[in-house]
Protein backbone atom coordinates (compact mmCIF):
# COMPACT_ATOMS: atom_id res chain seq x y z
CA UNK A 1 0.00 0.00 0.00
CA UNK A 2 1.29 3.71 -0.92
CA UNK A 3 -0.33 6.24 1.06
CA UNK A 4 0.13 9.94 -0.34
CA UNK A 5 -0.85 13.03 1.90
CA UNK A 6 -1.93 16.51 0.86
CA UNK A 7 -3.81 19.67 1.27
CA UNK A 8 -1.78 20.96 4.59
CA UNK A 9 -1.31 24.74 4.69
CA UNK A 10 -1.23 27.86 6.88
CA UNK A 11 -4.59 29.36 7.82
CA UNK A 12 -6.21 31.44 10.52
CA UNK A 13 -7.76 30.15 13.85
CA UNK A 14 -11.58 29.81 12.97
CA UNK A 15 -10.91 28.57 9.03
CA UNK A 16 -11.03 25.47 7.55
CA UNK A 17 -9.07 22.64 5.76
CA UNK A 18 -9.69 19.42 4.10
CA UNK A 19 -6.61 17.15 3.67
CA UNK A 20 -6.32 13.99 1.27
CA UNK A 21 -5.00 10.73 1.50
CA UNK A 22 -5.12 9.18 -2.04
CA UNK A 23 -3.94 5.32 -1.65
CA UNK A 24 -2.68 2.74 -4.54
CA UNK A 25 -4.40 -0.60 -3.86
CA UNK A 26 -7.75 -1.78 -2.30
CA UNK A 27 -8.43 -0.63 0.91
CA UNK A 28 -12.16 -1.21 1.06
CA UNK A 29 -12.01 -3.39 4.47
CA UNK A 30 -8.91 -2.31 6.20
CA UNK A 31 -9.30 0.77 8.75
CA UNK A 32 -7.60 4.16 7.49
CA UNK A 33 -7.04 7.04 9.48
CA UNK A 34 -5.17 10.32 10.18
CA UNK A 35 -2.51 10.76 12.64
CA UNK A 36 -0.77 13.93 13.63
CA UNK A 37 2.44 14.72 15.47
CA UNK A 38 3.76 18.16 17.30
CA UNK A 39 7.41 18.48 16.92
CA UNK A 40 8.74 17.22 20.44
CA UNK A 41 5.43 15.58 20.94
CA UNK A 42 4.17 11.67 20.33
CA UNK A 43 1.98 11.43 17.17
CA UNK A 44 -1.90 10.80 18.12
CA UNK A 45 -4.38 9.21 16.31
CA UNK A 46 -6.84 11.88 15.22
CA UNK A 47 -9.57 9.94 13.34
CA UNK A 48 -10.53 7.10 11.74
CA UNK A 49 -12.57 4.77 9.97
CA UNK A 50 -13.15 1.39 10.57
CA UNK A 51 -12.40 -1.45 8.09
CA UNK A 52 -15.18 -3.93 9.43
CA UNK A 53 -17.92 -1.77 9.72
CA UNK A 54 -17.00 2.18 8.45
CA UNK A 55 -17.56 3.17 11.98
CA UNK A 56 -15.50 6.34 12.98
CA UNK A 57 -13.40 7.60 15.90
CA UNK A 58 -12.20 10.90 17.02
CA UNK A 59 -10.10 11.88 19.51
CA UNK A 60 -11.72 14.32 22.16
CA UNK A 61 -10.16 17.02 21.09
CA UNK A 62 -11.89 17.31 17.45
CA UNK A 63 -15.13 15.87 17.81
CA UNK A 64 -17.48 18.14 16.49
CA UNK A 65 -14.44 20.13 14.29
CA UNK A 66 -13.30 17.15 11.91
CA UNK A 67 -14.76 14.97 9.97
CA UNK A 68 -13.08 11.75 8.51
CA UNK A 69 -14.83 10.79 4.78
CA UNK A 70 -13.54 7.52 3.26
CA UNK A 71 -13.90 7.71 -0.51
CA UNK A 72 -13.67 3.88 -2.14
CA UNK A 73 -14.09 5.24 -5.87
CA UNK A 74 -11.43 7.68 -5.54
CA UNK A 75 -9.37 5.77 -3.42
CA UNK A 76 -9.09 8.85 -1.74
CA UNK A 77 -9.50 9.86 2.49
CA UNK A 78 -10.49 13.06 3.20
CA UNK A 79 -9.97 15.03 6.67
CA UNK A 80 -12.41 17.70 6.72
CA UNK A 81 -10.94 20.32 9.38
CA UNK A 82 -13.06 23.30 10.65
CA UNK A 83 -13.18 25.80 13.36
CA UNK A 84 -8.75 25.29 13.57
CA UNK A 85 -7.36 26.64 16.77
CA UNK A 86 -3.70 26.86 17.24
CA UNK A 87 -3.64 23.56 19.08
CA UNK A 88 -4.10 22.11 15.47
CA UNK A 89 -0.51 22.89 14.16
CA UNK A 90 0.94 19.77 13.58
CA UNK A 91 2.06 17.57 10.50
CA UNK A 92 -0.31 14.83 9.96
CA UNK A 93 -0.85 11.48 8.25
CA UNK A 94 -2.03 9.18 6.99
CA UNK A 95 -1.55 5.38 7.84
CA UNK A 96 -3.60 1.88 7.14
CA UNK A 97 -3.88 -1.00 9.11
CA UNK A 98 -3.24 -3.55 6.47
CA UNK A 99 -5.06 -6.71 8.45
CA UNK A 100 -8.64 -7.11 7.02
CA UNK A 101 -11.45 -6.07 8.79
CA UNK A 102 -9.12 -4.20 10.70
CA UNK A 103 -10.83 -1.73 13.42
CA UNK A 104 -10.02 1.25 14.99
CA UNK A 105 -8.91 0.19 18.10
CA UNK A 106 -5.28 -0.74 18.26
CA UNK A 107 -3.47 2.55 16.53
CA UNK A 108 0.00 0.38 16.58
CA UNK A 109 -1.77 -1.80 14.21
CA UNK A 110 -1.17 1.50 11.65
CA UNK A 111 2.81 0.40 9.85
CA UNK A 112 1.73 1.77 6.49
CA UNK A 113 2.22 5.15 6.52
CA UNK A 114 2.07 7.86 3.76
CA UNK A 115 4.32 11.56 3.93
CA UNK A 116 3.36 14.23 6.53
CA UNK A 117 1.38 17.28 4.98
CA UNK A 118 1.75 20.47 7.47
CA UNK A 119 -0.78 22.28 8.98
CA UNK A 120 -0.35 25.03 10.79
CA UNK A 121 -2.93 27.49 12.47
CA UNK A 122 -2.13 30.83 13.07
CA UNK A 123 -3.89 32.93 15.80
Known amino acids: VQLQASGGGLVQTGESLTLSCRWS???????IAWFRQEPGKEREAVSCISGADESTYYTDSVKGRFTILKDKVKSTLYLQMSSLKAEDTAVYYCAVDEGYLSECRVFTFFTSWGQGTQVTVSS
Open 25 to 31: GSLDYHA
